[in-house]
């Protein structure tokens, strides 16, 4: 039994029933997704929890999409990185990763051709000052947990412009948060993957609605194999037995929801205060204290009129946004040729999670008028605004400080019938789509493992070992073989 239906309990589920077991999923919501959940208005449109984006280094994800035979629900994007220009309005700076070239070498290739953002001493600093993570790989990552990315920098000499150009929107992309709270071991992760694998960093959106286009085929897959989904089933209490096993989850309608195995698969903000008092002294559990989830602001704005956008994702660079898209463009269901609907993700949002909606919308307005200089103006005298959504998430996903990675727990606990699942678990994604579902993986097989021996699809365990393969069920596909 799951208590979360989001990507990493639907994942978990979807993996065990492959491998007998019949999975029941408890959703608090009345939507699948948890932290890709979207609802729909009154005119139909759909609003999203978050801007979310596929990356080609997903192998998990791209896994479950092909097992699901929905791979055609991934629209991939041109193989490049654009930047809106901080000093200019209305320009952006691409990166271009060339198809001819493997990794490294085209992303060299594309770092080495944009000369906008750095000069190339610049670029010569900031590649001698990553020549440490490259030579000496995940050790030398794992090792950079204990600092932000500021504090590395000026461990190794980067130039602060790097920082103003690079980092700050690459660590609002990756955790919603700035240069000087980030670990620089997330950074690490990512630039590694980027840059290790051809199409590691080429992008897709999804077709749709998360809910609709992603969880809904991953609950009819396991339903069709036996599983059960409950949505409105909220988690209020876990029961114990005398010996300190699960004996039920206590649900706030008052039932008691009972199975053989239990999971949570929620995020570990809400999950703590769950944890019954005699599970809270175990170290596993204690540590979990140190984990905080980050706030985040999604922003949904429809237009009267079609600006002037490409089909991608875009890094804003400004104080208030982090990325943003055209979704009337990028999203085969929200197309529109006439009108624009840009989805914005409103980060960091410590200190406008509390705010009202028009005040955010105030803002962000006032960003859009140097994205959009001949467009959009912050009074709104070009193009009017026909409606907005404004989704507030004050706890998203864990917030990825220094020495967080220490406190992560492993997808097995010490409670004998109770297992956990969330990006917030030890795998190798962290905070992220893919963390979430290879984190549901790693829950399945350890279930799998300690109940009855089978397996679930061969993948990299946390520290990048190999788990079995269940013979009725394909091996990975490589992710060079990535089209689009």
Known sequence: MYAGGGLAGLSTAKYLADAGHQPVVLEARDVLGGKVAAWRDEDGDVYETGLHIFFGAYPNVQNLFGELGINDRLQWKEHSMIFASRDIPGQFSRFDFPPWLPAPWNGIFAILRNNDMLTFPEKVQFALGLLPAIIQGQ?????????????????????????????????????????????????????NRFLQETHGSKMAFLDGSPPERLCAPMAEYMKAKGGEVRTGARLQRIELDSGGRVAGFRLSDGSLATADLYVSAMPVDPLKPLLPEAWRAEPYFSKLDALVGVPVINVHIWFDQKLSTVDHLLFSRSDLLSVYADMSTCCKEYADEERSMLELVFAPAEAW???????????????????????????????????????????????????????????????????????????????????????????????????NGRHVPQQHSADGASARVDAKLPAPQPVAALQG
């Open 139 to 191: 050790p030398y990552v794992e090792k950079q947990d204990d600092k932000t990315v500021t504090e590395w920098m000026r461990q190794q000499g980067v130039p602060a412009r790097v920082n103003d150009e690079v980092f700050i929107a690459m660590a609002k992309a990756l955790n919603f948060i700035n240069p000087d709270e980030l670990s620089m071991q997330c950074v690490l992760i990512a630039l």
């Open 353 to 451: 999670i509390g705010r009202s909606d028009e005040d955010i919308i105030a803002a962000t307005m006032t960003e859009l008028e140097r994205l959009f200089p001949g467009e959009v103006a912050a009074d709104g005298s070009k193009a009017s605004i026909r409606k907005y959504k404004v989704v507030k998430t004050p706890r998203s996903v864990y917030k990825t400080v220094p020495n967080c990675d220490l406190a992560r727990p492993s997808q097995r606990s010490p409670i004998s019938n109770f297992y956990l699942a969330g990006d917030f678990t030890k795998q190798r994604y962290l905070a992220s789509m893919e963390g979430a579902v290879f984190s549901g993986k790693l829950a399945a097989q350890a279930i799998a493992q300690d109940w």
